[in-house]
């Protein structure tokens, strides 16, 4: 192919289509090369994210969720449902057109703004060029040039050695939004935010959902505060979470066997599904050639400095396929920063301000330091909390659980994190993320009128109580 490109883009999940809108935005002559297919071999951009990640699983919880509340809150609204069922093939039906919808969104977005997309495995050779290779033949069948090469070749579920995925019945968190029928018993490893938001869908569906996690603590990277909140209202959701639990084994026959120790003592489960989710690595299988002058770290993922450039000239990689949080947000800001960088020489991301969301319920949302570790870097910390239980909304939505949490510089006031349990907590912390970019302190957000009644106004009440001045509490 003779066309030269100014940018090539290898990946199109929500680090690289949106690179490549930005560089194309920019005034860049841009490629986009993505391999994804749908389930007709059609192609399917927007990566893990869009095709069987955050977009499916978040469909599910809300098809789940509603079907949840019909059976245990409806009630007290005066509504009455009889007979309720739920047809998992019509929700899965649904899912999968709204992931459609959204593929097809990127393919008109990449088309509107001038970028051309390649079907093909794309493969960094060098050089500025990517070579467009058949995944499943593995021939190259064509190459394009490039002057800059972003690569967002993404990241996939971690297989544990012991227990391979088995077809439906042992899977990773792919294959757990494609059951056509709820399991009666449904094993999950790992309590991260993948176990934990699919275990939710099929625990309110009816499932006798048992989630095992290996590590001694749960939610470990929440603010310890949120994550025991978190363990009391989940254990009341019946939806058995087991720490401390190393799972040796899984044995497929009339069910599945589960062989687990914990504490030294094995024990034994046996469930209809098991769902594999104990985290995900880097996507670089046959990313590179050997003398592409892209260099991997101990950990298999592509080496970056700062900028997201790569240890060769001209040559970004960007999202899961480097450090930091594997989030389909952080990539894409990567995506964006990196294609300002290439046009103008300048590009800039806060990596501490990138907020996180757990889309289970209640949600559970933070950005920012928990109080262990803001102590822990030397700042002497005040801390607010108020109760979503105390605000009017909350009540009017008979949905009451949780709290919000906020962590200042006991010295500054400067606002150190947010954190938050509770209803629509994913919306609510980006009023957090905003605040702390603009370096805000509690009293700043304490001095900013918050419309009544509103789940806002626990945020604004928690930021009172760093000074011992919210006014809706009795503490």
């Not at 209640?362 to 870097?377: L, R």
């Amino acid at each position: 192919m003779s066309e030269k490109y100014d940018v090539a883009v290898i990946g199109a999940g929500p680090a690289g289509y949106v690179a490549a809108i930005r560089c194309a935005q920019l005034g860049l002559k841009t490629a986009c090369v993505d391999r994804w297919c749908d389930a007709n071999g059609k192609p399917a951009l927007g990566g893990t994210c869009l095709n069987v990640g955050c977009i499916p699983s978040k469909a599910l919880l809300d098809s789940s969720e509603k079907y949840h509340q019909i059976l245990t809150s409806y009630g007290k609204h005066g509504i009455v449902v009889d007979q309720v069922s739920m047809d998992v093939s019509k929700m899965m039906k649904r899912k999968t057109q709204i992931v459609r919808s959204l593929t097809q969104g990127i393919a008109t977005l990449l088309k509107a703004n001038g970028v051309d997309s390649f079907h093909a495995h794309g493969r960094y050779a060098g050089a500025g060029t990517v070579e467009l290779v058949n995944w499943e033949s593995g021939e190259k069948a064509d190459e394009i040039k490039a002057t800059n090469v972003i690569l967002a070749s993404g990241s996939v579920p971690i297989e544990l050695p012991n227990i391979p995925f088995q077809g439906d019945l042992i899977v990773d968190s792919a294959g757990a939004l494609e059951f056509e029928e709820v399991p009666e018993r449904l094993g999950v490893v790992g309590a991260g935010v993948i176990g934990l938001e699919l275990g939710s869908v099929w625990n309110r569906l009816g499932s006798e959902v048992t989630v095992l996690e290996a590590l001694p603590d749960f939610l470990p990277g929440a603010d310890t505060d949120i994550a025991k909140d978190a363990a009391r209202l989940f254990k009341r959701q019946k939806l058995g979470i087991q720490l401390g639990a190393r799972v040796d084994s899984a044995e497929v026959g009339d069910d599945i066997k589960v062989c687990y120790t914990v504490g030294g003592e094995q024990k034994e489960m046996s469930v209809d599904r098991l769902i594999v989710c104990i985290g995900r690595k880097p996507c670089t299988d046959n990313l590179l050639t050997e003398d592409s002058g892209v260099k991997l770290d101990e950990r298999g993922f592509i080496h970056v400095n700062e900028d997201c450039r790569t240890d060769a000239a001209n040559v970004y990689a960007i999202g899961d396929c480097v450090r930091g949080p594997m989030l389909a947000h952080k990539g894409s800001e990567e995506g964006v920063a990196v294609a300002e960088r290439i046009a103008t020489g300048h590009g800039h991301i806060n990596y501490n301000t990138i907020p996180w969301a757990i889309y289970t319920a209640p949600e559970i949302a933070w950005v920012g330091a928990t109080e262990q570790e803001a102590i822990e870097a030397g700042h002497a910390c005040n801390s607010g909390k108020f109760p979503f239980a105390a605000t009017g909304r909350a009540k009017a939505m008979e949905d009451t659980a949780g709290f919000v949490k906020v962590v200042a510089d006991a010295r500054t006031d400067e606002i150190l994190g947010v954190h938050i349990i509770g209803p629509h907590a994913s919306e609510l912390i980006a009023e957090a993320v905003v605040a702390m970019e603009y370096r805000a302190s509690s009293e700043d957000l304490a001095r900013t009128i918050h419309a009544h009644p509103t789940l806002s106004e626990a945020v604004h009440e928690a930021a009172l109580a760093v000074g011992g001045r919210a006014i809706h509490s009795a503490k």
